[in-house]
Nanobody, 116 residues
């Protein structure tokens, strides 16, 4: 399954963006779909993850602000990001797992820049 991220851009602090991750094939049998991000000079980190069983988990830094959702019928995963701040500036990637570490190929990601 190939994944293509989109929806990033430049947004002011306090603003919102919705990212999309379109899969080339069915994701209904994939256990975990996640959004990751990598800021300049930092390691890639998990931001949010959704399982096929309906469970979600979030990094502490985004809890209450970000919401992950998956539409298996459209083979797409979304990340709604609200109340953005400068610390959210990063390249955002999606990937998938079968219960542990992400196993898909990393795409080009989508750049999110939060700045006034």
């Amino acid at each position: 399954v190939q994944l293509v991220e989109s929806g990033g851009g430049l947004v002011q602090p306090g603003g919102s963006l919705r990212l999309s991750c379109a899969a080339s094939g069915s994701i209904s049998s994939i256990y975990g779909m996640g959004w990751y991000r990598q800021a300049p000079g930092k390691q890639r980190e998990l931001v949010a993850r959704s399982t096929s069983g309906g469970n979600t988990n979030y990094a502490d830094s985004v809890k209450g602000r970000f919401t992950i959702s998956r539409d298996d019928a459209k083979n797409t995963v979304y990340l709604q990001m609200n109340s953005l701040n400068a610390e959210d500036t990063a390249v955002y990637y999606c990937n998938y797992d079968f219960g542990s570490q992400p196993v898909g190929s990393w795409g080009q990601g989508t750049q999110v820049t939060v700045s006034s």
